[in-house]
């Protein structure tokens, strides 16, 4: 689960919060997983959704890209009675762990789990003083080498595109002048800055580092292009009459959601004052709502289903398209390989 890009409730502050997974027994309403389907779980966090299929009579393949998570699932694998498969990949990559008949269903629960969140160590929050580290697969590139060696626009455009932050060239001129001496190491060195660059002032609801520290894990993790992948991937292996059931947390996401479901219904994305020039296959056909929200009773029990999203489809017999990624206008950002060095 991910930190809310408007003004409303953030995790990246990362208190001790219980795991309860989200919209729960809708996403169960949307999937609808019966005995001898298979259904795959692209994010299993600490198996909400993957222990809720399993009690409907699925298999369930389950990925995580969080080497913790995979050994911290183990227990629910001996459990399963050979229904789990649980396996350390991206989210992107699940069109690898399909069966080769293909899945009946794919449930994607977008973000960062409140797991990493507690954990100190992994440098999520930065109400807890760890390493600045921010990678969910703990490899590659970090939230500290981001900091330390990206140029001041590639900065600019990291907090202003993925945290929108109002204060981005303010917060990133500010790290240029401190690294200069002192490079960053620990979630408190940056948080600790970003309060005396841009001090809280009464009316604001979150704290002022939460859009910095949102988009520097999103940009360590390319959240948005593993989503992307993840939906044309899921396109390819989903069986006619299966589903695609997402859930996402902020505005930048559900965008992604939102503009996939539109183009794969057959509609266009484009001018509504242009007509529409070619007849397209509808790919998904729209399941339910088109977008659902917590309950009130929901939200008051787990603050993190405030900002929750969900929206789900059913893959017809259609072929599948093109994995096009300009449907979704992402950021044109610095390459993480360059930053990395």
């Known amino acids: 689960m991910a930190a809310d890009a408007g003004g409303g409730h953030s995790e990246a502050d990362g208190g001790p919060v219980r795991h309860i997974p989200v919209l729960l027994a809708e996403v169960l309403e949307a999937l609808k997983p019966a005995p001898g389907q298979v259904v795959l779980d692209g994010t299993f966090g600490a198996g909400g ?16 890209r969080d080497p913790n998570a995979i050994a911290a699932g183990q227990a629910l ?3 399963s009675g050979g229904r789990l498969s649980l396996i350390h990949s991206q989210f992107s990559e699940l069109a690898r762990h399909a069966p080769e008949g293909g899945l009946d269903g794919v449930v994607l629960d977008i973000g960062v789990s409140s797991m990493q969140l507690d954990e100190a160590e992994r440098g999520f929050s930065f109400q807890k003083t760890g390493p600045l580290d921010m990678r969910m697969s703990s490899a590659g590139v970090s939230a500290a080498d981001v900091v330390n060696r990206a140029k001041v626009s590639d900065l600019i455009r990291i907090f202003g595109f993925l ?24 979630t408190r060195d940056l948080a600790g800055m970003i309060e005396i660059v841009t001090p809280r002032k009464a009316k604001d609801k979150i704290h002022p580092a939460t859009r910095v520290f949102q988009a520097l894990r999103i940009f360590v993790n390319d959240e948005l292009g593993e989503l992307a992948r993840a939906l044309f991937a899921a396109e390819r292996v989903i069986k006619p009459g299966g589903r695609l059931v997402v ?22 994305a484009g001018s509504r004052h242009l007509p529409e020039l070619i007849k397209r296959d509808v790919i998904f ?4 709502k088109s977008m659902i929200v917590a309950s009130e009773e929901e939200s008051a029990v787990n603050p993190r ?3 929750a999203k969900l929206r789900a489809g059913e893959r ?4 599948s398209g093109t994995d096009d990624l300009s449907i979704f206008e992402l950021p044109d950002l610095a390459s993480l390989e360059k930053i990395g060095g």
């Open 77 to 79: 694998v001996a459990a």
């Open 163 to 186: 945290g929108e932050e109002k204060q981005a060239g303010r917060i990133a001129r500010a790290i240029e002048k401190r690294r200069a001496d002192t490079p960053f190491e620990t």
């Open 49 to 64: 959704y993957t222990s809720a299929i399993l009690e409907k009579g699925a298999s369930v393949v389950a990925l995580d």
């Open 305 to 307: 289903a405030r900002s």
């Open 247 to 268: 859930v996402s947390f902020h505005s930048l996401e559900d965008r992604i959601v939102k503009k996939f479901f539109l183009d794969r219904s057959g509609k266009s």
């Open 316 to 319: 017809t017999a259609a072929p």
């Open 285 to 288: 056909a729209p399941v339910g």
